[in-house]
């Protein structure tokens, strides 16, 4: 899997740049869009749970201005957007590039990475925002924003296995592409994005903490909003465990890959 990855390097990185300039390529905004539309959607959820919903966080740490609220509510925006960019647009990659089946020699492998670097892409940017937003409203950036790559990892690692998955199947399976719409909506609100773990009931919280995206939202709102450590043994874990999702999704597609041509 990783000697994959790095002897095809080269070639991911210049099909994932093509792919971020092709995205805005024509339009007035450019690559400006990659930052204004992260902004435009925050506006619109804080709008409706901290406005009309009057949510709170309720957190001691945090008082209840919207812009912090806003904050808070960012971090676990970016964590669910990486994996649900990636997700939604996996069961296409395959049938997409059908020439690249049949008529070409190209590692097939390498298109969920490049949409992962894609959707990676796009994360670092509404990263870059909340920063930003957070040394205007004086808070300033925490020290501890530095180890944000450390949530990213098993983040990347999972949506990856994933990713793998979901292409190989997508194939076979044209339904596959409506089922990951829903999933990700889904487990948009299943996830601590717009709550807290501590506002679950007690008799749910563990069946939330098994979903691998609670503890990666928390951690990323650690390093991120609190400028607390992460849970570093918790984060190992969680590595080991999306590692072991990615070999099998890279199995599973390379298992697969060997009827793309007589489908397509």
């Given at each position: 899997?990783?000697?994959?990855?790095w002897?095809?390097?080269?070639?991911?990185?210049?099909l994932?740049?093509?792919?971020i300039?092709?995205?805005?390529?024509?339009s007035?905004?450019?690559?400006?869009?990659?930052v204004?539309?992260?902004?435009?959607?925050l506006?619109v959820?804080?709008?409706?749970?901290?406005v009309?919903?009057?949510?709170?966080?309720?957190?001691?740490?945090?008082?209840?201005?919207?812009?912090?609220?806003?904050?808070?509510?960012?971090?676990?925006?970016?964590?669910?957007?990486?994996?649900?960019?990636?997700?939604?647009?996996?069961?296409?990659?395959?049938?997409?590039?059908?020439?690249?089946?049949?008529?070409?020699?190209?590692?097939?492998?390498?298109?969920?990475?490049?949409?992962?670097?894609?959707?990676?892409?796009?994360?670092?940017?509404?990263?870059?925002?909340?920063?930003?937003?957070?040394w205007?409203?004086?808070?300033?950036?925490?020290?501890?924003?530095?180890?944000?790559?450390?949530?990213?990892?098993?983040?990347?690692l999972?949506?990856?296995?994933?990713?793998?998955?979901?292409a190989?199947?997508?194939?076979?399976?044209?339904?596959?592409?409506?089922?990951?719409q829903?999933?990700?909506?889904?487990?948009l609100?299943?996830?601590p994005?717009f709550?807290?773990?501590?506002a679950?009931p007690e008799?749910?919280?563990?069946?939330?903490?098994?979903?691998?995206?609670?503890?990666?939202?928390?951690q990323?709102?650690?390093?991120?909003?609190?400028?607390?450590?992460p849970?570093?043994?918790?984060?190992?874990?969680?590595?080991?465990g999306?590692?072991?999702?990615?070999?099998?999704?890279?199995?599973?597609?390379?298992?697969?890959?060997?009827?793309?041509?007589?489908?397509?």
């Amino acid at each position: 899997m990783w000697r994959s990855v790095w002897l095809n390097r080269q070639l991911i990185a210049r099909l994932a740049r093509r792919d971020i300039v092709a995205r805005y390529r024509g339009s007035l905004g450019g690559l400006l869009w990659t930052v204004a539309t992260p902004v435009i959607m925050l506006a619109v959820y804080t709008f409706v749970f901290s406005v009309v919903f009057q949510a709170r966080w309720g957190s001691e740490e945090l008082s209840q201005g919207r812009a912090q609220f806003a904050l808070v509510l960012f971090a676990g925006l970016l964590v669910h957007g990486l994996l649900a960019e990636t997700l939604n647009a996996a069961p296409a990659l395959v049938t997409a590039h059908a020439n690249y089946v049949k008529k070409v020699v190209f590692p097939l492998e390498t298109l969920p990475v490049i949409q992962l670097c894609v959707a990676l892409f796009q994360c670092l940017a509404g990263v870059a925002v909340l920063l930003a937003a957070q040394w205007l409203l004086g808070g300033g950036v925490p020290a501890t924003a530095p180890l944000l790559p450390l949530v990213l990892l098993p983040l990347a690692l999972l949506t990856l296995g994933l990713a793998w998955f979901v292409a190989a199947l997508g194939v076979y399976v044209r339904d596959v592409g409506q089922v990951t719409q829903v999933f990700t909506t889904v487990l948009l609100f299943a996830s601590p994005v717009f709550f807290p773990l501590s506002a679950i009931p007690e008799r749910f919280r563990g069946l939330m903490q098994l979903n691998p995206l609670a503890f990666l939202i928390t951690q990323a709102r650690e390093v991120l909003v609190w400028g607390r450590l992460p849970d570093f043994w918790g984060l190992l874990a969680c590595s080991a465990g999306a590692l072991g999702v990615a070999w099998l999704g890279y199995a599973w597609f390379q298992a697969t890959r060997k009827g793309f041509a007589d489908v397509l």
